[in-house]
Each structure stands twice: as C-alpha cells, then as structure tokens.
C-alpha cells in the first residue's frame, strides 16, 4: 500500500494505491491530524506540503544572524576568523571567544552558519555551532555542510533560508512521526526524503505540490511529453513534462541564488476560489459559495453556467453574465499561455480539471486528456514517488577522506577512480535503505559532474583529488509500477 498526502491551499488530497486507486479530499480546516487518520496506517507513507515554506517564496524569514567563515582576504556579512582550504586543511582556528561575544545576547530568531569550504571539512560549522547551542535550540540553528554544494553566495542564501523555517518543519514532522513514524516528506525535485533530513535542510521541501502533481499526472495519463496543467483553488500550476520527466530550475529568492533545485513551473494566482467581484480577482477570500463560502468565486461561475458542483443553489447569487466574463478571463488568461508555451498536449489536473480542461484546451487550440483521479493526481504523484539522494563527493587520498555532502568518511587507501565510484554508490544505496528505499530504487545510481586530477610535487604523484555527484534520481517507485 503507497498512501501520498498533498497539503494544499485550500484542500488536503489522501490517495491511496494498492493495485486500485482510492482517492479522499478533506478540506484544510478539518486540520492535518484529520487526515493523518483518513490516511490509515498501513504501507507508506509520503506527505507534500509548502505550509512551513511560504516564507522562503517572499524572503520573510524572520531575523537571521548569519555567522560565515570566508577565510582571509574575503568580506561577507558576519564573517568570524578562521578558515579551511579547498582541500579540508585547516588554515586558521576558529576564535571560540569571537563566536561567543557575536551570539551573547543575540536576539535573533534563527542562527546559519556557513564557512567556504565547509563541504571538504565541516569542523568549524560544528565548532561554532555547538557555541550556538549555549544561546539557542537545535531547530533554530542550520549550517551549510550538508547542502554538499560548493557554491558559497548560494550555500549562504540556503542557509539562512533553512535556519528561518527549521523550527517549522521540525514542528510539523513531530505532529506527523506521532501517529506515523516512519512517513516520508516530498522534495522539490518530485523525490521522497527522511524525516531528519529534511530537518537538517528543510529548503528540500519547496514547491513541493508542482512536483508531484507532475508525478502523479504522468503516472496516471502514462503520457510522456504533455504539459500538466493542475487548477487548484487559489492557483492554477502549469507544469511541463518532457520524456517522462519534469524539468528543474534553480531557485531564486529576492534575486539571490539558492541550492535547491526545484521542478519548473509557471503559477496563475487564479483557481477555483478566485473571488468575482467587479471582475474576477486574482486572491481567494475563503470557499466557494457552493461549498459554503461567503463570496462568489471561479466554482460558482461554473454552475450558474451549467455544472453541478456542490450546492449549486448557493451559486445563483451571481448572474449568468458576470458568471460568463469570469469565466471567459480565465480562459484567455491561461490559454494565452498555454498557447504561448506550445505543448503536445495538456493534461489536466485537480477537483476542477473535469469541466474546465476541455475548453481551456480549445481556449489554447491544443489536445487534452484528463486522466481518472486526477481530482487528486497530486496525491497520487506523493504515494508513487521514490526515495531520491543528491550526493556531492570530494576524496582526497592524501588525507585519507571521502566527504559526502559535509561528512567524512574513511577512504580506503589506493583505491581506483572506478572503485572509488562502487564504494561511494554503495554508501549512497545504504542511505536509501535506511530511508526505506527498496532494493529495486538503489539498482540505477546517476553520476554527473566528474572531475580527478593528481597533486604533483616534486615530479611525484601526492595525492588524487577527485570531485563528482552521485545519487538516486526522483522518478516513480518500482513499487507501484
């Protein structure tokens, strides 16, 4: 049994896959406990949710004291003494007492630490993180190691985002591992993760619903080149998915570069529960009237206009010509696009994707299919969805270390390239079983970004300096195939 929870705006969808599908949605107000249990707790369990990560979209972190280790010669905000080379050799000690007067009576509300070459060597993260933890609590502190990346301006971005939402998430993960301890969170790529690993970097966790809606949509229209198009209550997301895939994008926050990686997509803030007012407006104020709100919404329009959603008697407030022009704004706005984007197909998506899709196809003039459950293809994606791991390595085979986004580790001495690349798949395949992954998901490991070059001194070989990324790409359970 794979049972996948997608937190929306304005509905939470339950889908559960034991060879059928079966599909539940639950108004957020009912709260996450309430579908917690409509979930059951059998087989797994994966949620999707961007609640904790509204801030990240607008950069309102709260404040943020950013501690960095740049090392001499560099100016950046906060720097501290202290350095490590590009190979993990300590340059220059951390001054204890510095990080000490910095924090002393800090009134911040989250802590990042970050040093440029933390992810060869992480020891002084960890130095002026445990000074940290004299003045705050775990959830409030993020350092930059375990992002594996080597990008210091976007290390540092990432970090600060993750020590602003930590404390969220892990709240969020306590009230889940309560009733299901071993549930999943989706990440941004459309992959699954642990929950201490999203803990330690919580920014994994961003737009989460755009990636498995791409999931879910292609595993039940099993349409390889399409253009999903998933209408919510307050948005409607368009997601393009090419040979089975969607596409990533770097995410920028306030113009600055970050590490994550997220699935492209193109958000309309108009959806279901878009309120018509003297036009149709681009913010949801609560339900449709239909299904018991105040204001007339998108839904209301549809069935003054001929659907039957709801209690289509609360709908006759709005008459059929304002129902009409909402309606036909919509089209054009979203089918202008979609048009512009020039996709094979579309592929709809969400409560509304039975009786808007067709004429936003033909709005776009452009073929469309509208799969079964896909009222709740973005549930589906969560349930069906596998264990994915980006993994930056670094081995030096002078010092004897392998470092695995942050974290060292023994390198056996005079190991080859291709050894190296076996015994590194295997830590990454014993990461995934701890997780849970099935041996089928760690059988096909994806190596990209290799680089090996000798140190030489004195006309002779010192060491093997070797860099790549190694990990289990997101994609679609064996599982549930």
Excluded: W
């Excluded at 290390?155 to 309560?178: F, P």
């Excluded at 289509?312 to 704004?329: F, G, M, N, P, V």
């Excluded at 994806?446 to 990324?469: K, L």
């Amino acid at each position: 049994m794979f049972t996948g929870i997608d937190i929306g705006g304005t509905n939470t969808d339950i889908a559960l896959v034991d060879g059928e599908i079966r599909t539940i949605k639950v108004p957020n107000s009912k709260g996450l406990e309430f579908a917690l249990n409509a979930a059951g707790k059998d087989g797994r369990l994966a949620i999707s949710t961007s609640q904790p990560l509204n801030a990240m979209v607008t950069g309102n972190i709260g404040r943020i004291r950013t501690i960095t280790i740049p090392g001499p010669g560099l100016v950046y905000g906060g720097a501290v003494k202290g350095a490590v080379g590009p190979r993990g050799n300590i340059l220059e000690p951390v001054d204890t007492e510095e990080v000490e007067r910095l924090l002393k009576g800090c009134r911040a509300e989250g802590i990042a630490i970050a040093g440029k070459f933390s992810v060869r060597n992480p020891i002084q993260e960890e130095i002026v993180r445990d000074i940290a933890r004299m003045f705050f609590d775990d959830e409030q502190i993020a350092t930059s190691a375990p992002l594996g990346g080597l990008n210091f301006p976007a290390r540092i971005t990432t970090t600060r985002i993750n020590a602003g939402i930590k404390a969220k998430v892990a709240a969020l993960s306590k009230k889940i591992r309560i009733s299901h301890p071993d549930s999943l969170f989706v990440t941004s790529d459309g992959g699954l993760c642990g929950h201490d690993r999203a803990i330690e970097n919580p920014s994994l966790l961003y737009h989460s619903s755009p990636a498995t809606v791409a999931i879910g949509a292609g595993y039940l229209s099993q349409k390889k080149n399409c253009l999903v198009v998933d209408i919510g209550g307050t948005t409607t997301d368009l997601v393009p998915i090419k040979e089975g895939k969607p596409m990533l994008e770097t995410l920028f926050v306030q113009g600055k570069r970050t590490l994550v990686q997220a699935v492209s997509a193109e958000t309309v803030p108009l959806g279901g529960d878009s309120c018509i007012r003297d036009d149709l407006m681009q913010f949801r104020s609560g339900n449709a009237r239909a299904f018991g709100g105040t204001e007339p919404t998108l839904t209301d329009a549809l069935n003054v206009l001929g659907a039957d959603i709801g209690d289509t008697s609360r709908s006759c407030c709005l008459d059929q010509i304002k129902a009409k022009d909402a309606y036909t704004k919509y089209l054009e706005t979203l089918g202008a696009i979609i048009h512009k984007m020039d996709p094979v197909m579309i592929v709809g998506a969400g409560f509304l994707a039975p009786y808007m899709i067709p004429d936003l196809a033909n709005e776009a003039r452009v073929k469309f299919f509208v799969p079964d459950h896909a009222v709740s293809a973005n549930a589906v994606g969560a349930a069906v969805s596998r264990i994915s791991i980006k993994i930056h390595a670094h081995a030096d085979s002078q010092r004897g270390v392998l470092t695995l986004n942050g974290i060292d580790h023994p390198l056996p001495p005079g190991i080859s390239d291709e050894e190296l690349l076996i015994h590194t798949g295997e830590l990454v395949r014993t990461m995934g079983k701890s997780e849970g992954a099935p041996q089928k998901d760690l059988d096909e490991l994806v190596t990209s970004q290799y680089s090996a070059y000798n140190v030489v001194r004195g006309g002779r070989i010192q060491a093997r300096i070797t860099d790549f990324v190694i990990g289990i790409a997101p994609g679609i359970t064996s599982e549930a195939l």
